[in-house]
């Protein structure tokens, strides 16, 4: 029994039964257990491997670099353009193959912690200083090895890192990998084997098909939820095909007018609720409805194709019905479909669908619509500010351009109603540095403030690649 377990006992049944404290001895000490447990301070033993760290094998980077660091890891440009900085700093530092210095080891392994997607830029900059910090705290424990090289033991490693080193290891070795992921889940929780069978789908084939139909069958419902997303990646799979099954006598194509209909499902067959078709819909969605919209996200998007007899754009531009868009958008997001996410962003741009795009293509998209060209001639600035927020988080000097353009052609008494978009021109090339500089004292304050914010932190990307070079 611990101090505070045994304080409180002695506190219910009183210092006359239990004898030891006195009473102003025993609110003392359990007053300063209540202040060490508010603090968070626990006291844990560890055996270090090692007194002190391995002799670094990269070169720290410079003070100034490390100056730029620590301002992008400040408030100075604002908390939403923190990651963004830092991502960029990152970057450059790990191309030129340099560390940090000492003193901010500790705040990038803390930024590492809040934020998963930086970790691999972190670890490579860090340093052997950086690893040996990391290996003294599960908190950090993220940081205390590469994942790609490094053998972990599934019996102590922390998820997050027992997670990275079962994505290596399946895309080096897929079936010795699933191997891996079968026997590191054995004895978890449901929430953490179905986070570590989320593993699978680096270098997923239908070679897993097996397992992942055994997971429709365990009694979590995450678990379940993981199998049904992975198999949707798999066309060729049984449960690609059932969902087929399902489609077929609800769709009729009329050829004349390559005119899809498509019927609502009067009930579920038996075996839908194993395939992850959630009978129940949400707030404010019809059952049926919300039936077909889970059958089209599973079906094949290749099966629309010959069934009608027509090309993606051509069908997305007239959806038999709603629930059949946002089912086709689902198994893009799914099946990762490139030419079917193109259609449907040209027939309906949708912030959502950015994210389904590559790179060059979203950004060829949303050149266009900063230009005001077909197809998004009707597109208003507040909705093309809302598909820019989802979009890269650099522009290209392209799009950069465009959209520098359009902000300098907004009246200054109007540019208030404008502020979505003014607030995204720190992801800006600093190819427009200059026509950024040219804006700057032509609209209100309040934007005038956003302009050279931006202004800002373009100059500090052209001062982090200067020194990097």
Known sequence: ??????????????????????????????????????????????????????????????????QLLDLALSDHFGTASKPVLARTWLGACRRADRIVPPQLVRPLLELGTRDVTIRAEVRAVIGERGRWMAAMSKRWGWAGADAEAAEVDPESAPLDVLGDWLRSQRRTDPPAGQVAIVEAVAGLAAADRAELYGALEEGLSLGDEPLLESMLDERSTKIRRVAVDLLAQLPGSAWSGRMADRIDPLVAVQRSG??????????????????????????????????????????????????????????????????????????????????????????????????????????????????????????????????????PERWSPALSL????????????????????????????????????????RFPDSIDRLVREAINQLTFTTSVEEEFT
Do not use: Y
């Open 1 to 66: 029994m611990t101090r505070w377990d045994d304080g409180v006992a002695a506190l219910l049944v009183g210092t006359e039964r239990r004898p030891g404290l006195s009473e102003a001895e025993l609110l003392a000490m359990l007053s300063r257990e209540a202040t060490r447990r508010r603090a968070g301070i626990r006291i844990v033993h560890r055996q270090l491997t090692s007194d002190h760290a391995s002799p670094e094998t990269l070169v720290e980077c410079s003070g100034k670099g490390a």
């Open 258 to 391: 390559t005119k899809l209909t498509v019927e609502l499902p009067e009930t579920l067959d038996a075996a839908a609720g194993r395939d992850g078709i959630v009978e129940k819909p949400p707030p404010g969605t019809g059952r049926q409805a919300w039936w077909l919209r889970q059958i089209v996200a599973g079906v094949p998007l290749d099966w629309w194709v010959q069934a009608s007899g027509s090309e993606p754009a051509e069908l997305v531009a007239r959806p038999p019905l709603s629930e059949v868009r946002a089912g086709w958008i689902d198994a893009v997001r799914r099946q990762r479909d490139a030419t079917w996410a193109a259609a449907l962003f040209d027939a309906a741009p949708d912030p959502a669908l950015l994210e389904l795009l590559d790179e060059a293509t979203a950004t060829d998209r949303l050149v266009v619509a900063a230009k005001g060209k077909r197809p998004f001639r009707k597109l208003g600035i507040n909705q093309l500010a809302g598909l820019l927020a989802a979009g």
């Open 402 to 441: 465009a959209v520098v353009d359009l902000a300098g052609g907004i009246k200054r008494e109007s540019a208030a109603s404008f502020r979505p978009l003014f607030t995204l021109l720190g992801r800006a090339d600093h190819t427009v540095l200059d026509q950024l500089v040219r804006l700057a004292g």
